[in-house]
């Protein structure tokens, strides 16, 4: 199965937000900024010869958005670095790229919304949490995009269905113990209000995970149902299966 093109997932979006994006005195900007020290005893999660090291990350990006009473637009991109002391032989410096784009349109009885991630990261970053394998510092892109669309049946019930996709691939190397990785997922279901405090929710969930780097293609479907109940202003609670 051929791939979709990363940069197709980011033009979906784009030509949804055009219109909006053309008024530009309806769009709002905020600079992003952060730093932090770093400090490991093992970062290289070696399990003998362990060597300390300390070092700085940095964050900096640019935030645009519109909102409205009916529609919220966001575009948001972010560089995100960190430098380690002494020679960087094990390849912990990185230097990442992460841009998040999408809206949120309501209407009377409706809700929809679209999200795009689209992050180039290093595996010291990212595979630790997925894999457990970082003794190569790779390039890994993470591409993502999700719906979610809600409608108003009825006074008390509400029916939605959402669809959702993610590819990773490691696009400068041969992976060598990493997967590349494909996830086709969707939702339905509705939420019924019993009163302004109770709420029950039915939701079914699909999934279909298709491994590249080998032959792998995992099919899941389940289920589930919630009770929440608000409690006061602060508090709410709730029970599901």
């Given at each position: 199965m051929s791939k979709p093109k990363h940069s197709f997932l980011l033009l979906l979006v784009m030509l949804v937000l055009f219109p909006s994006i053309s008024k530009a005195d309806a769009w709002f900007y905020k600079p992003l900024f952060w730093t932090e020290g770093l400090g490991a005893t093992n970062r290289d999660l070696r399990p003998d010869d362990e060597k300390g090291t300390a070092g700085v990350k940095v964050r900096g990006g640019l935030e645009l958005s519109r909102k409205s009473d009916t529609t919220d637009l966001y575009m948001r991109g972010i560089l995100n670095s960190a430098r380690y002391d002494g020679s960087d032989v094990r390849g912990r410096d990185y230097d990442n790229q992460l841009i998040y784009t999408g809206g949120d349109w309501r209407g009377?009885?409706?809700?929809?919304?679209?999200?795009?991630?689209?992050?180039?990261?290093?595996?010291?970053?990212?595979?630790?949490?997925?894999?457990?394998?970082?003794?190569?510092?790779?390039?890994?892109?993470?591409?993502?995009?999700?719906?979610?669309?809600?409608?108003?049946?009825?006074?008390?019930t509400q029916v939605f269905v959402g669809a959702s996709y993610t590819d990773v691939e490691f696009p400068d190397v041969t992976p060598v113990n990493l997967t590349e990785y494909e996830v086709t997922g969707g939702n339905a279901g509705f939420t019924y209000s019993i009163d302004q405090l109770n709420t029950?929710?039915?939701?079914?969930?699909?999934?279909?995970?298709?491994?590249?780097?080998?032959?792998?293609?995992?099919?899941?479907?389940?289920?589930?149902?919630?009770?929440?109940?608000?409690?006061?202003?602060?508090?709410?609670?709730?029970?599901?299966?």
């Amino acid at each position: 199965m051929s791939k979709p093109k990363h940069s197709f997932l980011l033009l979906l979006v784009m030509l949804v937000l055009f219109p909006s994006i053309s008024k530009a005195d309806a769009w709002f900007y905020k600079p992003l900024f952060w730093t932090e020290g770093l400090g490991a005893t093992n970062r290289d999660l070696r399990p003998d010869d362990e060597k300390g090291t300390a070092g700085v990350k940095v964050r900096g990006g640019l935030e645009l958005s519109r909102k409205s009473d009916t529609t919220d637009l966001y575009m948001r991109g972010i560089l995100n670095s960190a430098r380690y002391d002494g020679s960087d032989v094990r390849g912990r410096d990185y230097d990442n790229q992460l841009i998040y784009t999408g809206g949120d349109w309501r209407g009377e009885r409706y809700n929809f919304s679209v999200d795009v991630n689209y992050l180039r990261q290093d595996t010291s970053v990212t595979e630790l949490t997925d894999s457990g394998f970082v003794a190569n510092n790779d390039r890994r892109i993470d591409a993502a995009i999700s719906t979610q669309y809600s409608y108003l049946l009825f006074e008390a019930t509400q029916v939605f269905v959402g669809a959702s996709y993610t590819d990773v691939e490691f696009p400068d190397v041969t992976p060598v113990n990493l997967t590349e990785y494909e996830v086709t997922g969707g939702n339905a279901g509705f939420t019924y209000s019993i009163d302004q405090l109770n709420t029950i929710t039915v939701t079914t969930n699909y999934s279909d995970y298709e491994a590249q780097t080998f032959t792998s293609d995992v099919e899941s479907i389940g289920g589930n149902i919630r009770y929440n109940r608000i409690l006061n202003e602060q508090w709410e609670a709730y029970v599901g299966l």
